[in-house]
């Protein structure tokens, strides 16, 4: 667990995976960027690789984080993702696990073992209760429970699964953030997940096949928001 | 093949993998835009995925390339590199099959399709003679030569080697550029292996582990043009 | 190229793959050792690695392969399979490169060389023509030129795909046997391959779902017979 | 958890991996055979997939474990290690997750369901006390806590290790059974390891690699049961 998060809920996290590049990538970033001033969120924006050092340098609020890195050291590694080259390239964190880049246990170890060295803050996804329990007692600083079967879906997971989750990750480490998702695909689906107890949902195809992508943006975390105040109260 | 392909006999490429990031990345980027001007040799700089962007922005002359893409298209694939996405941080083409990240024929025969569609200048590399007659006839723009067991060892392969693997890529396909390589340590491995017949030929830990790595990068630039032009007489 | 290899032309490939097991995978390599014998042609059975023993010991004609094999020799390897294991099974030759079973370049070059060295027949999968060229200067014994997408379809190749696939190999290497299949579901669509003129053809789930194996293999391995003297006549 | 697990404390596994092949194999489970007998100790002999079937032929008393499968259905897969077929040729059981052979969480997550779907005992190897642990939570029948640096090393864990590991597992799941290894080479270390408190131990090039492998199962099996005995009293 990296000590300088400076992540805190209610937070978001977009991914535009590789449904979009280029301008368009920066574009949304720019858009979280000015959302999460807008509604005082920390936004989470997981960037395709090649474009870390673009959307660190176009915005100033939003959390820059890597899809993925190896646990390399400095060293041979011709297409290997290191560690240290996040960080140079503006990272504050990486994404590791996700269905769509499974690891073994052992790597997955190891890689947040080098985050924790290099101080790149952890966010690793789990596709059941079960997973996310088991990848707690790695301590990253964020657990991603996620049903894998509803990825890209819209059908987004119900109160109870938040909530179940939610629980299961912080009874094994309490400092560990919980973002629950899978099929968010509007603000009235955020604002669901938020209410129900999440510290975090989050949106790729429901954020990149918008229509209008900024306006779902600020759609979506206008509802963090509003779910949040409304859970204090 | 992409027909748009910027590249001619002599070049170089220079691979600094993950031995180095950053900002020391930027700078033998730029020591190696300054030889291919000094010298009027080609490089290929052959970047780190989280590099390219920044590497492209520094540099006017060199020909940016990246270690690898995935064959998709725009879509899913969190960690996957698009090839569009390549094309928009600024790379002119992609080595493919290097050794630390070989793919299946399969794989390797669709992503070659993809570079040209998207026109992307493609480098295979091949470990064995073998080998590189096989990728012939996939039609790559290059192909890199490379005895996989001599990679990284400082012991550079022979003229018989130079001429033998130059030859059997121009049997299959005359326009298909060679590179032979693995071991070039200096100015005079360069000077031989070009002067052997080599249309181009690199090096990744030559150069990033040299004391002074731009004047690494001179000494072997220097060499290239100076055996181009004793062959040639 | 293993050069004891005891297979000519016409002959046939069965692979239960999965579909089948245990006893299941005994009656039907019998059934196959029955119609070799009656219809007087080879025929290669692909067989789950775990019951290549079995097989080999139920049969006495048919040719028996596994379908994968690992290039290690004797040594570390929990769940690798030793090409040396095989052939004290009784296997006589090796599928690779099988589109469910993919290998990179170089790993496909040191198994077949290892099979070479061992003494195992190679018959290796293509799933183009372009691979089926590259693949034959690899020189295997049988070269499978299979469309992929139609495998498992019960769409056949075409007479003009047969012979110009068959055409590619040869012109590389005349000695190796070339199979043309993908989509093969009855005595018909194997009369139709062999008689275009290809050296072989075979049957994965064409068989295996088949309402009566054994009947079906009958069916198929007298198409082969009938459609190979219509050729020489 | 498999529920007819037919494995108790002590026990020993014995996994020639790929050092031996062919009737070395046959002739090692004989000897694990009547070690089993004459000392009453429950031996896993992780078989190579192609030998299953001709050990289980051979053996009247040893656990035949296969050392990998796949969480497949009967289907397509080709290479792939059907669960079923695994029992059809006379498996109890399956060895998963070794560092020989990792597995992403979701498809060990999937095997062991898979596994006990089918009814075969899972023994499931961790690296390390964290991931004996997490482990622990997917509830096979029984977790190898074996750091992989000292696989085949020939030095053996310490007493400190083994009481640990065996504790963490225990914690979350006291039904299963935990072997502690790694670095076995002789009776002495499998006394000291059962004495320490491991419910087992086990040894692959020990054995494997022993001048006189059948004297080296007795020494070993003799171990076992004499520092249980020990324990006891």
């Known amino acids: 667990m990296n000590p300088n998060c400076k992540i805190k809920a209610p937070f978001f996290e977009i991914g535009p995976k590789s449904y979009l590049f280029g301008q368009d990538v920066i574009d949304l970033a720019k858009a979280a960027d000015a959302a999460s001033a807008k509604y005082d969120v920390d936004i989470i924006f997981t960037t395709p690789i090649v474009e870390i050092a673009r959307v660190k340098a176009a915005t100033s609020r939003i959390h820059v984080f890597a899809p993925h890195m190896d646990p390399l050291k400095p060293g041979r590694g011709l297409a290997d993702i290191l560690p240290e080259s996040l960080i ?65 879906t819209g059908v987004s997971v119900g109160p109870e699964y938040v909530k179940a989750a939610t629980d299961a990750v912080k009874k094994i480490n309490p400092s560990i953030l919980v973002l629950t998702a899978a099929g968010i695909a509007n603000g009235q689906d955020v604002y669901n997940t938020i209410f129900a107890g999440a510290d975090a949902t989050g949106s790729s195809s429901g954020v990149a096949k918008a229509a209008d992508r900024a306006a779902m943006v600020d759609e979506m975390i206008s509802a963090v928001r509003k779910a949040w105040n409304a859970r204090k109260n």
């Not at 301590?139 to 049903?147: L, R, S, T």
């Open 88 to 152: 140079a390239a503006g990272a504050e964190g990486v994404m590791l696990n996700h269905c769509e880049k499974p690891l073994t246990l052992g790597v997955l170890k190891e890689t947040i073992k080098r985050a924790d060295e290099v101080g790149l803050t952890t966010i690793v996804c789990a596709d059941s209760m079960a997973e996310a329990s088991m990848i707690a007692m790695l301590n990253p600083n964020i657990i991603v429970a996620e049903p894998s079967e509803l990825i890209g």
